[in-house]
T-cell receptor, first 119, second 113 residues
């Protein structure tokens, strides 16, 4: 079974600074997807960024980028130019690419990291 | 925009009561999921459904059941609520394409007294 570990229960950053959230995972599969989800205090979870394991290039979405190290099974999220609206719980998640429909898109989540942004 | 709604934001029930949590999505998604979220444990999958009337156990199905009679609606049932089922419950749905991106509802905070 796959496991996802977020070792930082809480992180903080000053507005406009850069912060990196860590995530490691364990899998024996070679084809999978990794995700970072954001859960603001209002609780609606939204997708921030995704990475396909077979792509070596790190994904970026505006101020959000990842550092994907497949051999090390590491998937960190970097938030540049942090804004007050970035304050949230962030979850790292894993999904098997699956054979046929067997995975049905099931996600395995890490424990979450609470990010505080100081003005 | 995909919209996933859940019947209640907050719910308080007594031990032993039968509890229904409802989830509705409006994007014709095949897949639907129920998770519970607990501090320090992240989200854990309870049940999921990949089609009407089809269901599969997730990682922590004990004490729960589900129902999916219509494509847009996925219900989580606590047959006899217990205090250890006090938690945040999140519903999600996805279309089974390459990315299978999950869209989440706002959550239901259930307290069992």
């Amino acid at each position: 079974a796959q496991t996802v570990t977020q070792s930082q229960p809480e992180m903080s950053v000053q507005e406009a600074e850069t912060v990196t959230l860590s995530c490691t995972y364990d899998t024996s599969e070679s084809d999978y997807y990794l995700f970072w989800y954001k859960q603001p205090p209002s609780r609606q979870m939204i997708l921030v960024i995704r990475q396909e394991a077979y792509k070596q290039q790190n994904a970026t979405e505006n101020r959000f980028s990842v550092n994907f190290q497949k051999a090390a099974k590491s998937f960190s999220l970097k938030i540049s130019d942090s804004q007050l609206g970035d304050a949230a719980m962030y979850f790292c998640a894993y999904r098997s690419a699956g054979a046929g429909g067997t995975s049905y898109g099931k996600l395995t989540f890490g424990q979450g990291t609470i990010l505080t942004v100081h003005p | 925009d995909v919209k996933v709604t859940q019947s209640s934001r907050y719910l308080v029930k007594r031990t032993g009561e039968k509890v229904f949590l409802e989830c509705v999505q409006d994007m014709d998604h095949e897949n639907m999921f129920w998770y519970r979220q607990d501090p320090g444990l992240g989200l854990r999958l309870i049940y999921f459904s990949y089609d009407v009337k089809m269901k599969e156990k997730g990682d922590i199905p004990e004490g729960y059941s589900v129902s999916r009679e219509k494509k847009e609606r996925f219900s989580l049932i606590l047959e006899s609520a217990s205090t250890n089922q006090t938690s945040m419950y999140l519903c999600a749905s996805s279309f089974p394409d390459r990315y299978n991106e999950q869209f989440f509802g706002p959550g239901t905070r259930l307290t069992v007294l």
